[in-house]
């Protein structure tokens, strides 16, 4: 099955909101409430940041949030700051023969 | 404060087996909680589940890693390994083991990550 789409980079100045969309199919994402983002550092292991959606783990800044419409979820990040540059992975549950799948990746840029 | 470490060779040869651990603290993987996984990371590929394991032993793999992968626990040592055969350099990558809870990905912790190359 193909990964989720996301866009390559995206990129915002301080202060600013971000959003990165992460698209997929009825199969996935359309089809249930169990999408993830996870923000990677370099040389790091991601970090889980939204759950189900649009839930934080303990311990997650406010500044972070998630949506869902239709096919495509989404993963806002407000008033951005320097140490949010890092990669952004969103996945998805599936009922293929798959149970799960990431997207790319997204660089954020902080100018 | 749950903790996750991969341990094993960082080199292996072409059509060898891989062979990683995972040892968890903080955490009994001989509870049924959670699900315990392996994933891989390559630039080509980028994030890949290869599989997980339940406490009693039920395992998931990716279809297309299916005939290479074995996932086992031992819950006595608190550690789950990754057996992966026949590998070549597509199989370059870095190697995570996580928890999961459900059978879904998501993974609220992560070991550090380990390099596996695919040289002779």
Redesign the interface.
Known sequence: QS?LTQPASVSGSPGQSITISCTGTSSDIGG?D?V?W?QQHPG?????II??VNSR?SGVSNRFSGSKSGNTASLTISGLQAEDEAVY?C???TNT?????????TRLTVL | QVQLQESGPRQVGPSQTLFLTCTVSGASIGRADYYWSWIRQSPEK????IG?IFFNGNT?Y??SLKSRVTISIDTAKNQFSLSLSSVTAADTAVY?CARNY???????Y????ILVTVSS
Not at chain 1, 44 to 48: G, R, S, W
Not at chain 2, 46 to 49: A, I, V
Not at chain 2, 102 to 108: A, I, K, L, T
Request: aromatic share 24%.
């Open positions: 990964a249930f169990f993830s996870y790091k292991a991601p970090k889980l759950h189900n783990p992975h996945s998805s549950y023969n798959t149970h799960g799948i990431f997207g790319g990746g | 980028g994030l890949e589940w997980y998931y990716d279809p995570y459900g059978d879904s990905p998501n993974f609220d992560w070991g550090q990550g």
